[in-house]
């Protein structure tokens, strides 16, 4: 009887663990700003993120999930990449009625943060920072742990005459196709007045134009899961 019963529960616990053994750490992590609703929603948001599973689909294991974190605390989740479970989690984002700094939401989460992963901050202004948050322990949790950060704001980069999409960390404009156009940008940063643009700089870390990409964001996304393809595509979890 005993040894009928072991049978049984080692029947079902075997393939729970068999399969956590075989779950890869969520890599990306998207830290949505709630305070100003987005125009359209964000379906965008849902395509981007289909996007990039589908150009890392030859390996699942690159982005078999994402964290969902909104500035506000009502979400912070792990969310499963699938197109329904994507849409369920960013259905539950709602309007929060004062602006709220994200800084508090990523302190949240970075202890659990996988080493070397990614966030998308995605917010349309920098409110000022709490009081309460340490700037430069924060800024070297990142750098110990590896972690790039790309910001998706309001912010318009003029490179020389033409208008571009974004810049890396060196300040080299990047063009509508995604590449390097061989300028540099003159738009005045004010990075000292400007917590995530310094975090997303001094980590590796690109600053988009939150218009620019929600109009292309299949082009943005097909970008980033060859990035992130790229980073962890020989990798094991």
């Known amino acids: 009887m005993i040894k009928a019963l072991l049978f049984a529960l080692m029947t079902l616990l075997c393939p729970a ?10 890599r990306l992590y998207v830290v949505v700003d709630t305070a100003t609703p987005m125009a359209g929603g964000y379906q965008w948001l ?4 289909l996007t990039i599973k589908s150009e890392t689909s030859s390996q699942p294991l690159v982005l078999p999930s994402f964290g969902l974190h909104s500035f506000d605390r ?18 539950a984002l709602t309007v929060t009625p004062a602006p709220v700094n994200g800084l508090p939401a990523i302190q949240r989460i970075i202890d659990d943060i996988e080493h070397g992963a990614h966030i998308l901050l995605i917010t349309r202004d920098s409110s000022p920072r709490p009081k309460k948050i340490n700037f430069a322990a924060l800024a070297k949790k990142f750098i110990k742990k590896n972690i790039t950060m790309h910001l998706l704001t309001d912010i318009d980069f003029e490179c020389e005459e033409h208008w571009i999409f974004g810049v890396n960390q060196h300040l080299e404009g990047i063009n509508e196709k995604f590449e390097y156009s061989g300028c540099n940008i003159l738009t005045p940063l004010h ?4 917590d995530y643009v310094k975090l997303a700089l001094a980590s590796g870390g690109h600053l988009w134009r939150l218009e620019a990409i929600k109009a292309n964001n299949i082009a943005y996304g097909k970008y980033l899961g060859a990035e992130m393809l790229d980073i962890y595509g020989a990798s094991k979890p």
């Not at 663990?17 to 969520?26: E, I, M, R, S, V």
């Not at 849902?46 to 993120?49: A, R, S, Y």
């Open 17 to 26: 663990l068999l399969h956590a053994g075989n779950t890869a750490p969520t």
């Open 46 to 49: 849902t395509d981007t993120l």
């Open 74 to 91: 009502k979400v912070s989740r792990t969310v499963s990449s699938d197109k329904q479970s994507f849409k369920q989690a960013l259905n």
């Open 191 to 194: 990075v000292d007045r400007n």
